[in-house]
């Protein structure tokens, strides 16, 4: 029988290494004895071949326990002259041909088994000395056990050959680089080969001076720190994806960038799905799963991302509904609201993939191995769920994935349901600002009106903006625009609130000045209730007005503004003002004084108001944003107010938008002279009837004799009641527009109420009866005195009514 060293490369490397080998069959005796094992315990091959291995240890008893289990060990062995001598001994399984098990001992001698020997021989640590061609000529116990049954065959061979490491040629240039450096390396990080079931190793590499024949050498050391490097590889990918997620409040993009994180970092296609109600910004079902009737909670498609191009796994594009089988690992994972991991996703028949042909399909097709399906719930609401697949990576799911999977989908379940928070009172301020501005805004005969109204994108909320075109006495129009301080419902909220105070000041004829001075007030003391009550947060802090009152019969504009941006005039030629109005504080200051500022308007002239955020950007200061805005303005004479509208709209940058933007234009427009009839008079009785008797004749002329009875009534009892408790001299004019406008001026500020008279009263009576017949009436000051008036709406098939004058 052949000895060893002929029959196995691998004992002459290991024989060349110091160790002394031989094999012990199943029957006990000795198979194969080295020269190495003859000089160290004196017998000879054909002294030793076929005795019982029993022979070499010092004790028999203690050879009984070498067998049955690999083990190593310090031991003493009996030689040939009868002496003993310790060792380092390590017994390990050989297999052999027809399934036969046989045992290979191995052993170094005191010479050899140096305590540094010893001591790499017991480390835990996988450890190996490698020649100067990188041939290995020696493995600890440790390493051993990593390769298994066929160690034995490893020593001799090279290091290219070598199944620890994934790139063995980065290996090589470490090991060449510390025999010729003689500078250790340590801790540098490798993969391992098998990617199936991946490692990591720390590897050491250190010089040996003579590890074979004198030459020298490298010794390497594996720490295996797969964990520690999971660990930190989870931290890395959290802190990436908080960068990630959550930098917007748009739900789709978020579901997204969900995706676009799973994928490839933990998976090759991950799809996000949510529940219908949480993509429209609605309440999601605190618990999902089938209904009483058996119907499956409507889902759709927030995110999806693939190794592939065009992301062939996908069955649904984004925002499209998914089906979601009622048996089935997503169901479940909605009912119970616990995670499915499936390390190997099964196909066979019997399994939930027989409901669902199209899953199937791209299961098989695409080599879809492994599933993980997380939910996604925040504070304690189901909203969807989060579905990982892996195809092209070997390595299957496992529980460090699932705690990791979780963890990054509970964090971007936050910023989900953050998002469809802010959609839902976005939506809901939206709709309120939306009920609160004026459904059919009109300037009558006096002003052409047109408005536009550009809600703030998704990153600050729908604000305060509002505007109103409000019909005042003698076809005069007050414009309106204001903005309130903050965002979202409060702001939208109060809006509706300073909305409805400047119609009821409106209702009053207050100039513009007075009507901010009574809003300011106002805004202090609901303020100051606020403050008391702890309102949080409270409904409103501040709003800026821009008011303006037209009067269509003198062409004259009279308007005050409270820290609102100024109005630009465009005339006919096209020529663009910024009108010098007095910017005055916010309203909600308490106790402001604003200025009215009177300008003849040129008819054909357009004023342009419009709130703040369609001149102020976050980069660029408003002076920037006027330019702008005139820059638009001025080319486009003659420009007709939709065009002009939408152009002033335009000079907003697209992704710029930092708050609402509201937009009213007004071209002004002027009566006829044969629309105004007017005529002055003294302060005397007599006078009155003459002036009544003139302007029933007017009425007959304009064609509305069927008037003529109840406005010459009308006319007398204002006439009247200027003469007894007013002061001259006075003035009646009559307006034929939309209505027939009836007005006394005088240069008293007495102003008389309607009030009931007793039986037995003269007087009293004028103003009672004036309201019966009127459809409006009332008074306002003026800068002489005030002006009483009353409107009669026009017959039906007037002329002035049929030419919608």
């Not at 010729?180 to 010089?207: H, N």
């Amino acid at each position: 029988m052949p000895d060893f060293d002929a029959a196995s490369g691998a004992g002459s490397a290991y024989g060349n290494a110091g160790a002394a080998l031989a094999v012990v069959g199943r029957s006990g005796v000795v198979t194969r004895w080295t020269d190495a094992a003859q000089e160290l315990l004196g017998h000879r091959a054909e002294e030793i071949l076929g005795r019982p291995a029993e022979r070499l240890a010092a004790s028999p008893s203690e050879a009984a326990g070498w067998f049955g289990r690999e083990w190593s060990g310090r031991t003493l062995l009996r030689r040939r002259d009868g002496r003993t001598v310790r060792v380092s001994l390590r017994v390990s399984v050989l297999p052999g041909p027809d399934g036969r098990v046989d045992w290979l001992l191995s052993a170094l001698g005191a010479a050899e088994s140096t305590p540094a020997v010893s001591v790499a021989e017991n480390s835990p640590f996988p450890t190996a000395v490698w020649d100067s061609d990188l041939c290995m000529v020696w493995l600890n116990a440790a390493l051993a056990r990593a390769y298994g049954p066929s160690w034995p065959e490893r020593l001799g061979r090279p290091l290219e050959e070598s199944p620890l490491y994934a790139d063995t040629d980065q290996v090589s240039a470490l090991f060449r680089q510390v025999l010729e450096s003689g500078v250790p390396v340590i801790d540098r990080e490798l993969d391992q080969r098998d990617r199936r079931w991946p490692r990591t190793y720390a590897l050491s590499v250190f010089p040996v001076e003579n590890a074979r024949d004198g030459e020298p050498g490298v010794c390497s050391t594996n720490v295996d720190v797969t964990t520690s490097r999971q660990a930190r590889e989870r931290v890395t990918l959290l802190s990436w994806a908080g960068t990630r997620i959550g930098t917007t409040l748009d739900i789709m993009q978020t579901a997204q960038d969900l995706a676009d994180v799973l994928v490839p970092a933990m998976a090759d296609y991950a799809t996000v799905d949510l529940a219908g109600a949480v993509e429209l910004g609605d309440e999601p079902l605190a618990r999902l799963g089938t209904t009483c009737s058996g119907a499956v909670p409507a889902f759709h498609r927030g995110g999806v991302a693939s190794i592939r191009d065009g992301i062939p796994e996908s069955l649904w594009a984004r925002g499209e509904p998914v089906f979601v089988p009622p048996h089935s690992p997503f169901m479940e994972v909605l009912s119970t609201g616990r995670s499915h991991l499936e390390a190997v996703l099964d196909t066979s028949p019997g399994t939930w993939v027989d409901h669902d042909a199209g899953r199937r399909e791209k299961i098989i097709s695409l080599g879809m191995h492994s599933l993980l399906v997380i939910p996604i719930h925040a504070r304690g609401e189901i909203l969807g769920v989060a579905v990982l697949v892996r195809t092209e990576t070997p390595v299957p799911f496992d529980e460090n994935d699932r705690m990791v999977a979780e963890e990054l989908v509970g964090r971007a379940a936050l910023s989900l349901d953050n998002a469809r928070r802010y959609t839902r009172e976005h939506t809901a301020a939206l709709a309120l600002q939306r009920d609160l501005l004026p459904r059919n805004p009109s300037g009558g005969n006096a002003l052409d009106v047109e408005w536009r109204y550009l809600p703030s994108d998704r990153r600050v909320g729908v604000g305060g903006d509002w505007f109103d075109v409000i019909e005042l006495s003698s076809t005069r129009i007050a414009l309106v625009v204001g903005d309130v301080v903050g965002h979202g419902i409060s702001a939208a909220a109060s809006m509706g609130r300073i909305r409805a105070a400047v119609l009821t000041l409106a209702a009053l004829d207050l100039p513009p000045a007075e009507v901010l001075a009574h809003l300011d007030d106002l805004l202090a003391r609901l303020a100051a209730e606020d403050f008391e009550s702890k309102a949080m947060p409270p409904p409103i802090s501040g709003a800026t007005c821009l008011y303006i009152v037209y009067d269509p019969v003198t062409r004259r504009c009279c308007a005050a503004r409270a820290g609102h941006p100024p109005p630009a005039l465009v005339d006919p030629s096209g020529a663009v003002t910024l009108l010098d109005i007095p910017a005055g504080a916010p309203l909600g200051v308490g106790g402001q004084t604003y200025e009215d500022v009177e300008l003849e308007l040129t008819e054909g002239s357009t004023l342009v108001l419009y709130t703040d955020g369609l001149v102020e950007t976050r980069d660029r200061d408003i002076d920037f944003g006027l330019d702008r805005l005139r820059d638009a303005l001025t080319q486009r004479p003659g420009a007709s107010l939709e065009d002009l509208c939408s152009a002033v709209v335009g000079t907003v940058p697209a992704g710029e938008q930092a708050d609402d933007v509201m937009v009213l234009l007004a071209r002004t427009r002027v009566l006829a002279p044969d629309q105004v009839m007017e005529w002055e008079l003294d302060a005397d009785p007599s006078t009155v009837g003459g002036v009544r008797a003139t302007a029933v004749r007017t009425l007959v002329e304009w064609g509305l004799d069927r008037l003529a009875s109840v406005a010459e009534q009308i006319i007398g009892e204002l006439l009247a009641n200027a003469v007894l408790h007013a002061v001259g001299p006075l003035r009646l004019r009559l307006i034929r527009d939309q209505v027939l406008v009836c007005e006394v001026f005088d240069s008293s500020l007495n102003v008389l109420r309607t009030a009931s008279a007793g039986p037995g009263d003269e007087g009293g009576r004028g103003l009672v009866i004036v309201a019966a017949l009127a459809s409006r009436h009332g008074f306002r000051g003026t800068p002489t005195g005030k002006c009483v008036w009353a409107e009669l709406p026009l017959p039906p098939g007037s002329e002035a009514s049929s030419n919608g004058i």
